[in-house]
């Protein structure tokens, strides 16, 4: 570490310091903030590099076009200032398990001037909660052709370039080349999927507005591409058939058993050396932790940049740094498996800290997370998903398709809602979105 850098000053409250602001960070920071933090037991702080939130679960939604980011992202401060926790911007860049003390990069504007200097921040107890990137397993040109949905900014640049992709096919005099208009999506998993149904219906949608020259069915191309044998890999094989069902009479492509060899600028070439012409390239497959991660001052990791934790969410080699959600290697109890890296993962584990950090604070014994697997659901457009539950409630594993599957999809995000706002401001929230729709366009058109 940089012998030159700020001195952090201990506060005299217990410190509780939450890297990360995702789904599990966030709900953490606010169930501290309304419990400890308001009764001044401690002081809960919150370290991001981005300004706003927004449920990681509805990015393929944002880049389709079929959800305003304005109306969904939430603002740090805002919620740390209504749940009594704090709100740093900035990334972490280094970590001293010595001297208890996190490092954050300095940020700067568009412009170059800097906002805040770099800092460093004193904990007593950390948590991690940084969530997960996608993995490009080194493929060449991923990182120059492709966009990866891991980011709002992400998946409002797609869309930007999705629309202008429209307009500039509309108002050209030559034929489409034949790249143009087709849209690759390299991962099969539930975001490659829910981007393909998403993006068949807002097309059209868009193209409904006045763009004429273009048919459809005729000159928009989504092509899936899936390494394994099929799509939705992780869920059930009926599942999986019935997505690909759906898709298919979509017009979507399918491909599985196909691996990506090389993302060009104008397509895909797969290994067995097809070229596959696509004017936008998404990058959805494989999932690994941030880089810096990796031998982040001794602390063990795995090949996909994890932290590795006991079933008490602890870090193996340092007690007082903890770690939730897809960041966290955490052991699922019964299964000879980590616990895999889903929202419904984060959200536990977010409740689970909070009782934790409370028997720190009373001195008594740390309680293993036992996760409670309730299945998967999979978004495949307005009125149709498809999904598995799992528990006691169903006994044992139940199928489920259509409205129903639906209902009990958006009602995810409505527990994640509740857990940020509690029932009245959720009720405000979706009464007043429920409006604002019958009086725009259902299609964002810029």
Request: aromatic share 6%; glycine share 8%; net charge positive.
């Amino acid at each position: 570490m940089n012998s030159r850098q700020p001195t952090a000053h201990k506060p005299a409250l217990e410190q509780i310091l939450i890297v990360g602001g995702g789904a599990g960070g966030l709900e953490l920071a606010t169930r501290l903030g309304n419990s400890l933090g308001k009764r001044g037991r401690a002081q809960i702080e919150l370290i991001d590099k981005s300004r706003t939130h927004l449920w990681k679960p509805l990015l393929h939604e944002i880049a389709a076009g079929s959800m305003d980011l304005g109306v969904h992202e939430l603002d740090y401060l805002a919620q740390s200032y209504w749940h009594h926790f704090r709100f740093r911007l900035g990334e972490m860049i280094d970590l001293n398990r010595e001297r208890r003390e996190v490092q954050v990069a300095a940020v700067v504007d568009e412009e170059g001037s800097e906002i805040t200097p770099q800092r460093v921040f004193h904990y007593d107890t950390l948590v991690f909660a940084i969530g997960s990137l996608t993995n490009d397993f080194g493929t060449p040109g991923v990182k120059e052709h492709a966009i990866a949905l891991e980011t709002s900014s992400e998946a409002k640049r797609f869309h930007r370039r999705l629309v202008n992709a429209l307009m500039r096919a509309h108002a050209q005099p030559e034929p489409f080349r034949p790249e143009q208009l087709q849209v690759a999506i390299i991962g099969a998993g539930a975001t490659g999927v829910e981007l393909a149904a998403e993006l068949h219906n807002t097309t059209r949608e868009l193209v409904a507005y006045g763009l004429d020259r273009i048919d459809p069915d005729r000159d928009i191309k989504l092509n899936v591409i899936e390494a394994a044998d099929r799509i939705l890999p992780a869920l059930p094989q009926r599942l999986s058939d019935a997505a690909t069902k759906l898709l298919q009479s979509k017009g979507v492509r399918v491909r599985t058993s196909a691996r990506v060899a090389e993302v060009l600028p104008n397509g895909v070439r797969l290994s067995s050396g097809q070229i596959i012409p696509a004017e936008l390239v998404v990058w959805a497959a494989g999932v690994k932790a941030p880089e810096f991660l990796k031998d982040l001052d001794g602390l063990e990791t795995n090949r996909a940049n994890q932290l590795i934790v006991r079933p008490t969410l602890q870090t193996t080699r340092d007690e007082n740094i903890f770690a939730i959600g897809d960041c966290a290697a955490c052991p699922w109890t019964g299964k000879d498996a980590n616990v895999p890296p889903r929202a419904q993962a984060a959200h536990q584990q977010s409740i689970h800290m909070v009782k934790q950090i409370a028997n720190r604070f009373a001195g008594k014994r740390l309680l293993p997370y036992r996760y409670r697997d309730f299945g998967s659901l999979v978004s495949l457009g307005e009125y149709t998903t498809v999904g598995n539950l799992m528990g006691a409630l169903v006994g044992g594993s139940l199928v489920i398709e259509g409205y129903i599957a639906r209902l009990m999809y958006m009602s995810l995000y409505k527990m994640h809602e509740l857990a940020l706002h509690g029932c009245t401001k959720v009720a405000l929230d979706t009464v007043a979105r429920l409006i604002t729709r019958r009086t725009e366009p259902h299609v964002k058109l810029h």
